[in-house]
């Protein structure tokens, strides 16, 4: 039974177009929220968020978590091609998983030029 | 800083041999963690540890063992290899903010 569920699992799009990508779970004892994007090789960290409402940018990127909805959304706007990859959402509990992330099985963004 | 490293890079291996990976990070990172990639699977944690001389089961386990002697090495084991463990393996290590992963290790077991 998934923890994290990532919407979509697949995306294509033209450089220029913004897309949001989207992030649920369920989870006990949420204590923060991580973004990943990962082109060939391993996951590089984007965003930790912890705090509802509360946005995180990075130039094109940002993210914001809702804990109301218990989701997250990640936009890129103004999209290229060296966007294209796998966009991972993984959330951490506490308790005795103190440490330990979850993780969604990722959405595969392709950028065409 | 090296940051985390993983040997070897890509392994072949037919069914039954045994084999080890070997994780090892430089940020003095309390927790380390071994995960198994999948076309379309995300990111599914095997097993990790939250300090030296601990080991905890992840979400798939099974066919692997794992030590952690010294707090910047973290070691996988598959003690008789099949072809379901067939898969790319990536090391990552954290405090308690973001995990950094290591290059991955792309296993093919024949």
């Known amino acids: 039974e998934d923890k994290v569920v990532q919407s979509p699992l697949s995306l294509v799009v033209h450089e220029g177009d913004t897309v949001t990508l989207n992030c649920s779970y369920e989870?006990?004892?949420?204590?923060?929220l991580l973004w990943y994007k990962q082109e060939k090789k391993a996951p590089t960290f984007l965003f930790m968020l912890t705090s509802s409402g509360i946005e995180k940018k990075s130039g094109r990127l940002s993210s914001i978590l809702d804990k109301k909805e218990l989701s997250s959304i990640l936009n890129i706007t103004a999209t290229q091609t060296g966007d294209s990859a796998i966009y991972l959402c993984a959330v951490r509990a506490g308790g005795s998983t103190l440490g330990r992330l979850y993780f969604g099985r990722g959405t595969q963004l392709t950028v065409w030029p | 800083n090296a940051g985390v490293t993983q040997t070897p890079k890509f392994r072949v291996l037919k069914t039954g041999q045994s084999m080890t990976l070997l994780c090892a990070q430089d940020?003095?990172?309390?927790?380390m963690y071994w995960y198994r990639q999948d076309p379309g699977m995300g990111l599914r944690l095997i097993h990790y540890s939250v300090g030296e001389g601990t080991t905890a089961k992840g979400e798939v386990p099974d066919g692997y063992n794992v030590s952690r002697l010294k707090k910047q090495n973290f070691l996988l084991g598959l003690e008789s290899a099949a072809p379901s463990q067939t898969s790319v393996y990536f090391c990552a290590s954290s405090n308690y903010n973001e995990q950094f992963f290591g290059p991955g290790t792309r296993l093919t077991v024949l």
């Open positions: 940020m003095n990172h309390e927790y």
């Open positions: 989870v006990t004892n949420f204590r923060s």
